[in-house]
């Protein structure tokens, strides 16, 4: 089996290559050295020449904030270099699997999404991983759309990394502690991914470490398992001014994965450590 990973110089598409590697599938791993997903011509050519069974797409538009004032590129590259990778591959008859996000919800509640819950993005990046979504639903019958949140990983930098650095320079902190939801090890998640596309099991699927938390919780858990004395102050998101909205509910429901039988991932207290381990 032969799969092209998009974004392979972040942290998931890098994550997904060494699973496939240590699987002893043959990844062709590709960022936009290789080709932009904006363009289409470009995208059509190398994919037909790839020729793969399956497409990981791993590569996006990530800048949160700054897509607020970066709409038409950040679109561009999440909705358009999204629906010219799913062209490419339908040309191909490759499997194909998109990364989304939570962020596609509006965050109202307190309960899980579930994954056939209205969409409602309160902003731009948002909007246009839904456009994503979309592009791959309207072109395709069979695929894998996998939902994850808060995702940290060693290629790359993060919520962790950053929190590690002000732990070290800081005696305290302000963090936001009404933001709910499940950081997640890119790790654990690129295991998921590529037993994922072995399968037929085609679907939409919420994929997170196991386990809730805010973004207050997880700031402390990091330093004290740093080892770092720096004190976590929560307060409330209306208090910590971002160009970007973002939502306060971001738990993700499960239930669609344990009905296809595929493992949840472990617990996000023990994806942190196995992560610090790693980067320390
Ligand atoms: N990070 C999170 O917290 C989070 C949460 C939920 C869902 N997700 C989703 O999970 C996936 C992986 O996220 P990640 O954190 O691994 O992202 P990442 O580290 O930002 O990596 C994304 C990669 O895509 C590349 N890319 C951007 N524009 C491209 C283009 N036009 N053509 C080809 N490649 C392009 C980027 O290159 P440059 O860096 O040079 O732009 C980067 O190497 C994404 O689909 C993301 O939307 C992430």
């Known amino acids: 089996m032969k799969v092209l990973v998009t974004g392979v110089k972040g942290q998931l598409g890098h994550d997904v290559v060494e699973h496939l590697l240590r699987q002893g599938i043959t990844p062709i791993g590709v960022d936009k050295e290789d080709f932009d997903l904006t363009n289409e011509y470009e995208t ?149 991914l590529v037993d994922m596309i072995q399968t037929n099991k085609y679907g939409i699927y919420h994929a997170t470490n196991e386990g809730y938390c805010s973004w207050a919780e997880f700031a402390r858990e990091i330093m004290m398992r740093a080892g770092l004395l720096c004190e976590v102050r929560g307060i409330p998101t209306s208090q910590y001014k971002t160009p970007a909205q973002r939502p306060l509910n971001s738990r993700l429901s499960k239930k669609s994965l344990d009905a296809a039988d595929f493992a949840r991932l472990p617990h996000w207290e023990d994806a942190l450590q196995r992560y610090l381990n790693i980067i320390r």
């Not at 499997?95 to 509006?106: A, N």
């Not at 990983?153 to 009404?178: A, I, K, S």
Request: charged share 20%.
């Open 44 to 192: 059509l050519y190398y994919v037909t020449q790839a020729k793969p069974d399956a497409v990981i797409h791993c590569a996006a538009y990530t800048a949160v904030d700054q897509a607020e004032s970066d709409i038409e590129r950040c679109c561009r590259i999440n909705g358009q270099g999204t629906k010219n990778l799913v062209r490419a591959a339908v040309q191909c008859k490759s499997k194909f699997l998109y990364v989304s996000t939570d962020y596609v919800f509006p965050g109202t509640g307190e309960d899980p999404y579930e994954v056939d819950d209205p969409r409602g993005p309160k902003n731009i990046y948002g909007q246009s991983k839904m456009q994503g979504e979309v592009a791959v639903t309207s072109q395709m019958t069979a695929y894998f759309i996998v939902r994850t949140s808060w995702v940290y990983g060693v290629n790359g930098n993060n919520f962790v990394r950053t929190m590690l650095r002000l732990g070290e320079e800081r005696n305290f902190l302000n963090v936001v502690d009404d933001q709910i939801g499940s950081p997640t090890y890119s790790d654990d998640l690129a295991k998921l």
